[in-house]
């Protein structure tokens, strides 16, 4: 009798500590890796609060609670981004409709020579720099009709001409130009002209009127 009572525990308790030997290594497995040391204990774990809880004779973890999510600190930036404000165009300032805006004149004019250096039937040269500092080179020549001014440059390659007898001549490559009209007579500048400028006297002086 006393055999079968023993056996009657032995069936009572078997149960349970098969289903504490079941049970440990599921808690282990889902639950925080490491032990827990006392009753009350709590710690976070991949998302989730764990408190230590008594199991039998065992300290175990529960089954833990979910933690709500932790908001990111740009989300609330992203979400409400501060708007960049447009910068304001700056307005045209409309004239007065009194106010008149005239062109700007082209035309320089610059005296070139007196009038008592070109005698009649005379050509000669002469260096002048108009009202921009720049330099020119003039051949003017006078007949018993009028006054005419050419560039001295000859159109081949830009050398400077001199008066030769009754002909202008570039003497670098020999091209010869008339002194009355500017074309060329002969040379590698046939067919080509010296640059004629417009001119007039005014007080005893030669001008050069250039556009």
């Known amino acids: 009798m006393v055999r079968a009572m023993n056996r009657r525990k032995l069936l009572l308790i078997f149960p349970g500590v098969l289903i504490s030997l079941i049970a440990g290594p599921v808690n282990a497995a889902t639950g925080p890796a490491i032990k827990p040391v006392k009753l009350g204990q709590v710690i976070i774990w991949r998302g989730k609060k764990y408190t230590a809880i008594k199991s039998g004779k065992t300290i175990i973890w529960n089954k833990g609670v979910l933690l709500p999510p932790t908001p990111s600190a740009n989300t609330s930036t992203m979400q409400n981004p501060t708007p960049t404000p447009t910068p304001t165009p700056t307005p045209t300032p409309t004239p007065k409709k009194s106010e008149k805006v005239e062109p700007l004149s082209t035309k320089a004019e610059f005296v070139i020579a007196k009038s008592s250096q070109v005698k009649v039937g005379e050509s000669k040269i002469f260096v002048a720099s108009d009202q921009r500092s720049t330099s020119y080179s003039f051949m003017l020549t006078r007949t018993d009709k009028s006054l005419f001014a050419f560039s001295a440059v000859c159109p081949h390659q830009q050398s400077l001409v001199e008066v030769d007898g009754q002909e202008a001549v570039c003497k670098k490559h020999y091209s010869y130009f008339d002194r009355v009209d500017g074309h060329c007579l002969n040379g590698p500048a046939l ?20 556009n």
């Not at 067919?191 to 250039?210: D, F, H, R, S, V």
């Open 191 to 210: 067919g080509q002209a010296l640059e004629k400028y417009l001119c007039e006297e005014k007080n005893g002086e030669i001008w050069i009127l250039q």
